[in-house]
């Protein structure tokens, strides 16, 4: 699947709009934002599809090519 660009921005902004309407301590809303937003972060990379070519020899000299996908943990 294609990174999602549209959920990344929906959540950073959810996380700005979670503390502008109340009073609150700013040490504590600077961390829980920063925590928010790794974890919007960390969900965007780990959307994504990994996909890699392998292209190279085998020990007896012969062409070795592969293809691999997956997710990023």
């Known amino acids: 699947m294609a990174l999602d660009k549209q959920t990344l921005k929906n959540s950073i902004k959810d996380l700005f709009d979670f503390d502008s309407d109340k009073d609150v301590n700013p040490v504590e809303a600077r961390e829980r934002q920063a925590q928010k937003l790794a974890n919007a972060i960390e969900m965007y990379v780990k959307s994504g599809d990994v996909t890699t070519n392998v292209v190279g020899t085998s020990?007896?000299?012969?062409?070795?090519?592969?293809?691999?996908?997956?997710?990023?943990?």
């Open 59 to 73: 020990a007896t000299g012969g062409a070795v090519t592969g293809t691999g996908t997956g997710k990023l943990n």
